[in-house]
């Protein structure tokens, strides 16, 4: 009997021969179950930080973090100190700034608050100008000391001489697919073997798991849930979602999809098209609409009189929209539903559909494919001595299909495909 993998590899052959109309269907309807999978525009609900973890007064470590992180209230409100000094205090991220860790040895909340408001070392040096003074208190400099003094444990949870822990999102029903899909593509390409002595777990995440985990992958339940692990410094791995573009890329790594990216790129097209009034159907993602504004001054979004329809629902008939300007994003295509004629398919992750057709797999499936042979290439770069920071700093130069995070640190491409669909297909081979 043929199997389903090879009767859908037979239907990929076909697909080659295919009128490009049909094939354009095709691709249509994968993007389709993609945006489905994924839940991309759909509405979603606030989730707890993974781990459970909540910033109180009665919590110095995560005070501590939000200090070092640059996201408290008070005089690190703008800027932390993992800016220069890296996430792990290792520093060497502007020239030779210091290694805090080697350093706390000599350093209590009084001689640090010091050092902080008045710019003297614990040695009575004058610190480089360079180092910004700021106005903390003793018991915020306390803080600092309490949860330096924790990093070099944190930056290692989910590390044992024998195992490297990564959390996943795998509820609801959709995630379990893709987390399923992602813990195949690790377990193929692992073929039973060792990273540095060490395999691969993946454990639920939950409430309690985020201290026992290198990072989190998958698909989150929510959001919320992407920067709520970015909060406590869980890194976040290759969300197959939409992400804002602004993220920090030391805590998070996506395969495209900035919708800063996808602003630009359709705004660049409306203007040439003289564009300066939309109208909306369905829901766009989160910030598109703000950010259309910011590319397109004054650019009106109503329900008449536009002259031309961002679709992020289906169509229907009766919009009468055949003869007009229609952009369609993944979320408006339905199996068998024909588009509007002339319509214009917008696709923010090119890349990750180009690396789907050459595989001959489901964009979800593609998507944890590529993300399983980052993860593994990461673990292998950082080396024996794995951490947090250093596996997020090895990511940077693993090289991947189609795409550069040496030069696009948080999407590893700012690709964005606008074009008819009917010739769609052909052109994102």
Not at 54 to 66: L, S
Not at 219 to 236: S, Y
């Amino acid at each position: 009997m043929t199997s389903a993998r090879e009767r859908g590899r037979d239907e990929g052959r076909k697909r080659k021969v295919m009128k490009p109309r049909t094939a354009a269907w095709m691709m249509a309807a994968a993007l389709m179950a993609w945006a489905a999978q994924t839940g991309v525009g759909a509405p979603q609900q606030a989730s707890p930080i993974p781990g459970g973890i909540v910033a109180t007064q009665e919590n110095p470590q995560i005070e501590g973090h939000d200090l070092f992180t640059g996201q408290g209230t008070g005089a690190f409100g703008r800027q932390g100190c993992h800016t220069c000094h890296g996430r792990d205090g290792r520093g060497g991220a502007e020239g030779t700034t210091p290694d805090l860790i080697a350093a706390l040895p000599q350093y209590d909340a009084a001689t640090l608050h010091r050092a902080l408001v008045s710019g003297l070392a614990a040695d009575g040096r004058t610190l480089t100008r360079l180092m910004p003074r700021v106005a903390v208190s003793v018991a915020e400099a306390g803080l600092l000391v309490t949860y330096l003094a924790t990093l070099p444990r944190r930056e290692r949870q989910g590390v044992t001489p024998g195992t490297v822990t990564i959390c996943l999102w795998d509820a609801p029903k959709a995630a379990a697919r893709y987390g399923q899909s992602l813990r195949n593509a690790v377990g193929r390409k692992l073929a039973g073997g060792r990273l540095h002595g060490r395999t691969i777990a993946f454990l639920p995440a939950g409430k309690q798991t985020a201290a026992a985990c290198l990072a989190i992958m998958g698909l989150p339940p929510d959001r919320r849930a992407i920067p709520d692990a970015m909060r406590i410094g869980l890194p976040v791995l290759y969300p197959p979602v939409p992400v804002e573009g602004g993220e920090d890329a030391t805590v998070l790594r996506v395969f495209g999809g900035a919708t800063r990216t996808l602003a630009a790129a359709l705004g660049q097209d409306l203007r040439q098209r003289a564009v300066t009034r939309i109208e909306v159907l369905g829901a766009a993602p989160e910030g598109l609409i703000e950010a259309l504004n910011y590319e397109i001054p004054g650019l009106q979004v109503t329900p008449t009189g536009s002259s031309a329809v961002l679709a992020f629902a289906p169509p229907s008939d009766a919009q009468g929209l055949d003869d007009g300007l229609i952009y369609l994003f993944p979320t408006a295509l339905l199996r068998n539903t024909p588009p509007p004629k002339g319509a214009i398919l917008v696709i923010d992750r090119p890349a990750l559909l180009a690396h789907a057709n050459r595989l001959d797999l489901p964009p979800s499936e593609a998507h944890a494919d590529l993300a399983a042979t980052a993860l593994l290439a990461g673990i292998v770069s950082a080396g024996r001595d794995l951490t947090r920071s250093g596996m997020m700093r090895a990511l940077r130069d693993i090289p991947l299909p189609d795409h550069d995070f040496t030069r696009h640190p948080l999407t590893g491409t700012e690709a964005v495909a606008i074009l008819p669909l009917a010739g769609a297909a052909d052109r994102l081979k």
